[in-house]
């Protein structure tokens, strides 16, 4: 991530979930998560708050494991959405300095995370943001090298263009969607049905490996609108 204020992209997308949650009934704060149908909104949330906390404290393993963040939420389990924002606005100092310091790993996830909320709770936003391209960049890196020496792919949205090797007109596939939605399919939060439908050159399925950069793909279709 490169060419933004990654700290204040982080602490801007901080302050548009604490705004999404402050004042959840307790009813939508139990509310299933689509993307990640394991947990509740209350259950994802405890997760974000956790991983600064453990960020902050030296806690965090190379490979972000499940037992890792489970360990997050179960540690939260009887914590309400006002305890847990309270918790997560006292990070904030000791994160935005741990970044500092560091590196802004964090962004991407409360990135991410934002949006999964987003899908739970169905309320749209923070789809065009900096923050999200700086995102959305990391993870072309990371499918480039998914994709190794396979037929180049064009994924091509209505402001970002990106091929694998070559130009767009060369490329075996082309991928055809707004940017938010590859920012999504990027960090495996569309489905192989999704994908198959913006395909207008070629066959994606070969490719349908490379998009699943955080996990197996989602069987169902997500949306945030």
Known sequence: MSGIDEIAEWT????????????????RSELTV??????????????????????????????????WTDRQVRARRD???AALVAEWESLTGPLRDW????????LGDVII???????????PGGQHTPGLYAVMDTFLGRFAGAVGDRAPIALVGDGRRWVSA?????????????DFEL????????????LRAWTERGD???YLDAFALLGPLPGTDLTES
């Open 99 to 106: 970044m500092a310091t560091h590196n802004t790993r964090p």
């Open 79 to 81: 914590h309400d959405v």
């Open 166 to 178: 070559g130009d767009e007109a060369g490329a075996a596939v082309v991928v055809r969607a707004p």
């Open 12 to 27: 801007r997308a901080q302050r548009r979930v604490i705004d999404l949650v402050r004042d959840l009934p307790p009813e």
């Open 113 to 123: 995370h934002e949006q999964d909320l987003r899908g739970a709770l169905r309320e």
């Open 34 to 67: 689509p993307s990640c149908p394991d947990w509740t909104v209350r259950d994802l949330f405890s997760h974000m708050v956790g991983l600064g906390a453990d960020v902050v404290r030296g806690d965090e393993p190379d490979d972000h494991n499940e037992e």
């Open 204 to 206: 994606v399925e070969p």
């Open 183 to 194: 920012a999504r399919a990027l960090v495996t939060r569309r489905s192989a049905a999704q």
